[in-house]
C-alpha cells in the first residue's frame, strides 16, 4: 500500500535536521521506501510505499519513529517526539453503559467508550489541510477524528451513534451466509459467511466490522452520544470478507495486514481527547477493553556467528544491539548468544533470527556490504536441455527470412479443443482458454498482416497446454509457421531444408486434414509416428507445425561422418513428360530409389508437363562410364515408362 | 586499290573489306592517337571509305540506293568500334564489372526481441555456472505461492494479480494457477537437485491480470536462486554487480533497498546507476538510479519445503523482468508494450 506522509504533521513526532531530501534518501535506504516528495502548500508531502510486513510504519507516527532509528545512521540528528495523551480514563473489562461478548478468535482487543453530548460541526483548519494533504476529504468533528487517528498511528477508529444501539448491548460472531447488512454507504450486502459482525440487543446487524459500520446505527447530524470503537481484528475474516464483498476501504487494508493490540489503547485514549478538543463531549471515566492476551514480547535467539556468515562482514556486539535498540528491540547478550525482544508493534513481522538479521542489515546499510562473486562448485548441467536446440531452430528460420513472432498464450473459446483449460477469471472472452494449438494464433496473426503484399514467414515456438485429467496439463513445446504469398514449392522447401540441417530422417506423407485444403495436406512422419504436419490452409497460406519435443528426438544433434567419395559423379538432366495429376514427389522418390548408384535425385525445372530432373550417378570405388550410366538410366526410364507413362524428351 | 565500280556486287564486297579491315585496325590499336589516326585514315576527306563513297556515281540509280544503305551501315560500325575501343582503353587492360550495382539480398528474417534478451541475459549468467531450466507455465497454487512462504489468505497475494484455471483444487497442491512469476521454479528447482550447488537460471513465460500501456497479461521473467553452503548477502551483491557490469556496461553499479517479499528474509529492491546520467541523477533515474527489480535470501521456510536443511544450506534469490530489463539495456522506449506481443510486421522488422 502506498501512504502520504505531511512533512508538518510528522514534525509533530519527529525532531530533525534532515531536509525533506535527506529524509528520503535515507528512508529509502534503509527503511521504507519513499517513491516521490510532493510539494504541498506550506508543506511536503512524502509519498511512501508500505510493504506488507510493515503495516506499524502505515501512518504519520510509525515513519516518525523508523525516520528517527535511521536518520542517525547517515549522520543526521534526529529524536522521536513520543505521542503523549492528556485522557485518565481507566481501562476495564466491564462498563455500565455497554454490555459486550466477543469472539476472541475474531477479534483480538476490544476496546469502545461512552463519550456524550458531542457537539457536531466541521473540524478546525489544521485539522482540515492536514487531512486534504494526506487526500482525505474532512466531512465534520466526528468523522475527521476517525480518519486524523488513522493516518496519525495507522490504527482504524469507528463511531456508532450510541442511541442507536438497542439495548445498549453488542455480541461480535461470525456471520452466518446469506445474513443481509447495509453499510453506511448505503449498500447492502448478502454476507457469505465467516465475516465478522456485531449484533445489537434486537439482534439487528449494525457494523462489518473492521470494513464499514451499519447505516442502521451510524452517527448523523442529530447524534448526541456517541461510541468511540477501536479494535483488533483477525486479519484473515477481515481479508476474506472484503475480497468477498468487493468492499476494500482504508480500514479493511489496515487491519487485514494484522495490527498490533497495544495500538487500541493510544487510539481511545487519542480518541478521547480529540473529541474532548473538538466536540467537546464528556467521556465516561471507564473505558471498556476486552484484551482476553495481552501483548508478551516474543524472545528470539542469534548468534554473533550468523550476523557475521549471512553478511559476509565482521560486527560488534555493541553495533548489533545499538541497531536494534534504535528500532525498539530489546537485546542481552550471553557470550556469542543474542537474545531479543519484539515489540508489539513488529509482532507479526519478526520470528525468526533471519528476521532480527535483516534489522541489523538495513539499518547497517545494505548499500555498505560487500560484494563478492562466490565460489564453490558449479553445478551439473541439465540433462537434456532443449534451449540449443530451439536456439538452432530459430536461427535458421530467420536466416531463411523467417520473423518470429510472440503470441499470447491465452485465446477464445473458439480456438480450442473441447476440455482446453479454462480460465476463472479471464480479462476477456479473447483470452479465456489456454491455447491448445498455435495455429489460430498464427492465422490471426497472419490477418493482422493482411497490408502486406509481399511474400512473408511468421513462426513461433511456445506451449500448447493439452489437459490431463487431474494433473497439470502436459505443456507440449510446439514450433509453428504461417507462409503468406509463398508459392507452395518455396514454402516447403524451407521446411526440407530445416530437417535436412537438423539431421532429422523423416516422410511427407499426404493426407486431408481439418482445415487445410483437399489433398494440400502432408503429414510429416518418422518411423511411422506423426511429428508434424505442413499443408495449404482453406485461406491459401501455407501452415506447418512440428512437436518440438519429438523433433529433437530424431535429430541427430551432429552430423554422421561419410567417407568423401573417391570417385566422382556424373551429373545429368533428364526431363520427362508427365501425364497431368502425376505426384511429382512419388516421381522422385521413385527415381532415387531405382539404383543404388543414384546417390541423389532433384527436381530443377518445370515447364508445362515437362519436368527437368537432375541425376547424380557415382560409384563408391570407380569411376561410372557412359556405358554404366546408360544401364542404369534405362532401367530408370523403363521403370518410369511402366510405373508413371513417363515419356522422356531430349 | 580498286579502279572502278562496275556494279554494286562489286562495291559490296570491297565495301566489307574496308569494314573487316578497319575493324581489325581498331582492336589492335592501342593507345587514343593511334584511334585518331584511324578515324582520319578511313572516315577523314581523304580517307578509304569517303573515296569509295565518291565512285558509287558510276552506279545504277537503283544500285545507288541500295549502296547508300550500305555505307551507312559500315560507317556506324566503324564508330561504334572506335568508341568501344575508346572505352576499354580507358579501363586500361581490365575487364569492365561495374562494382556500384546495388546488391540482390536474400530475404531477411528477424529474430524477437524478446529471443535477444533471453539470449543476453542467459548467456551472462551461464559464464558464472547458471543452469537454465524451465518449469511449468500451469502450475499448482502450492508452488506459486504456498511453498514460497504466501498464505491462502495473505494479504502479499494482492502484489500478484494472478489468473486461476477453472478445475477443481488438487487435495495437496490446491489450486491451478498461471505463474505469475519465475519464483514458482524455485522449490522445483530444489526438488530436482536434491543437494545443492544449486545455480538455477529459470526464464519463463508469467501472467498477470493487467493489461496498459506498462503491462502486458503476458511477459517473461527470469529468476536467479544460488543455494549452497555460506551463501551470503555479500555473494547476491557480488553476482548482481557482475550482471551489471557484463549486461550493462562495464561501469554500471548495482545498490541494494530494504522491499518485503514473504518467500526472502533479508529482501531487497535492486536498483542499478543510471547509464544516461551516470549516477548523477537526471530525468530519466531517480537520483542517479534505476529499479531493477526484487532480491534476497532464501527464506528458511523456503528451504525446508524444497527438502533442503536450512541449518546447512543458505541462498539468494532474484527474479526480474525480461522485456523491462533488457529495454533499460537498450535504451528502447516502446510506449505500449503490449506491442511487444503483436504480429506486426512493421514492428517485428524492425530488430
Partial sequence: MDIIVSDNWLKDYLKTTASPKALARSLSLSGPSVDKIERGSGDFLYHIEITTNRVDTAGIYGIAREAAAILPRFKIQAKLLPLRTKSKQSFARKVKYLDVKIDPKLCLRFAAVLIKNVKIKPSPDYIKERLMAVGERPINNIVDISNYIMHEIGQPVHTFDYDKIRGSKMILRASKKGEKLTTLDGKTHQLPGGDIVIEDGEGRLIDLAGIMGGQNSAVDSSTKNVLLFVQTYNPVNIRKTYMNLAQRTEAAVLFEKGLDTELVGLGIKRGIDLFVKLTGGKPENTVLDIYPKPYKARRVITTLTFFEKRLGIKLSKSEISKYLNLLGFETSWNGKKLETLVPSFRANDIFLAEDILEEVARLYGYHNLPSSLMTGAIPDPLVDAPFDFEDNIKNLLSGWGGVEAYTLSTVPESSVETGALKLKNPLGKESSFMRTSLMPSLIKALKENTGEKEPFHLFEIANAYLPRKNMLPDEKMILAGIFANTNYREAKGIIEALLEKLNADVKFVVEDGKVFSASKRSIIKSNNVKIGQLGVLEESSIYYEFDLGLLKKISLAITPYTTIPKYPAQIEDMTLVLPSKTRIGEVAAFIESAHKNLVKVELVTIYKDSHTFRLWYQHPEKTLNNKDVEIIRNKVVSGLREKFGARTKD | ?351
Fill in chain 2, 1 to 351: 586499290m580498286q579502279k572502278g565500280i562496275e556494279n554494286i556486287n562489286k562495291f559490296t564486297s570491297i565495301m566489307l573489306d574496308v569494314k573487316n579491315e578497319a575493324l581489325a585496325q581498331i582492336v589492335d590499336a592501342g593507345n587514343i592517337n593511334e584511334l585518331e589516326e584511324l578515324k582520319i585514315a578511313y572516315l577523314g576527306r581523304n580517307g578509304k571509305l569517303t573515296t569509295l563513297i565518291k565512285k558509287i556515281k558510276d552506279l545504277s540509280i537503283s544500285e545507288k540506293k541500295q549502296a547508300g544503305g550500305l555505307i551507312n551501315e559500315v560507317k556506324n560500325t566503324i564508330l561504334d568500334a572506335l568508341a568501344t575501343q575508346k572505352n576499354t582503353l580507358k579501363e586500361s587492360a581490365r575487364d569492365w564489372f561495374d562494382a556500384s550495382i546495388p546488391g540482390k539480398k536474400p530475404t531477411i528474417g528477424h529474430l524477437h526481441l524478446i529471443t535477444q534478451a533471453i539470449r543476453e541475459i542467459s548467456s551472462t549468467f551461464e559464464k558464472i555456472g547458471f543452469v537454465r531450466v524451465r518449469y511449468p507455465e500451469v502450475e499448482w497454487d502450492w508452488y506459486a505461492f504456498e511453498s514460497l512462504n504466501i498464505p491462502r489468505d495473505h494479504p502479499a497475494r494482492d502484489d500478484w494479480e494472478t489468473f486461476f484455471i477453472d478445475t477443481p483444487p488438487h487435495s495437496k497442491y490446491g489450486l491451478m494457477v498461471l505463474t505469475p512469476h519465475t519464483s514458482s521454479g524455485q522449490v522445483r528447482e530444489m526438488m530436482r537437485v536434491k543437494k545443492p550447488p544449486i545455480r538455477m537460471l529459470n526464464i519463463a513465460k508469467n501472467y498477470r491480470r493487467q493489461s496498459d500501456v506498462s503491462h502486458v497479461p503476458m511477459f517473461h521473467q527470469f529468476e536467479g536462486l544460488v543455494i549452497d553452503e555460506g551463501i551470503s548477502v555479500a555473494h547476491l551483491k557480488g553476482t548482481l554487480d557482475y550482471f551489471a557490469r557484463n549486461f550493462f556496461g562495464k561501469d554500471r553499479k548495482t545498490r541494494l533497498r530494504p522491499h518485503h517479499f514473504q518467500f526472502t528474509e533479508p529482501s531487497f529492491e535492486v536498483d542499478i546507476s543510471c547509464g544516461v546520467c551516470k549516477g548523477n541523477g537526471c530525468k530519466l533515474c531517480k537520483e542517479g538510479w534505476l529499479e531493477l527489480g526484487g532480491a534476497g535470501m532464501v527464506h528458511p521456510n523456503v528451504l525446508k519445503n524444497g527438502k533442503i536443511d536450512p541449518n546447512k544450506y543458505t541462498g539468494f534469490a532474484f527474479g526480474w523482468g525480461v522485456e523491462r530489463t533488457f529495454m533499460m539495456k537498450a535504451g528502447l522506449e516502446i510506449g505500449d508494450i503490449r506491442l511487444l506481443y503483436s504480429p506486426d510486421l512493421k514492428f517485428l522488422r524492425q530488430f
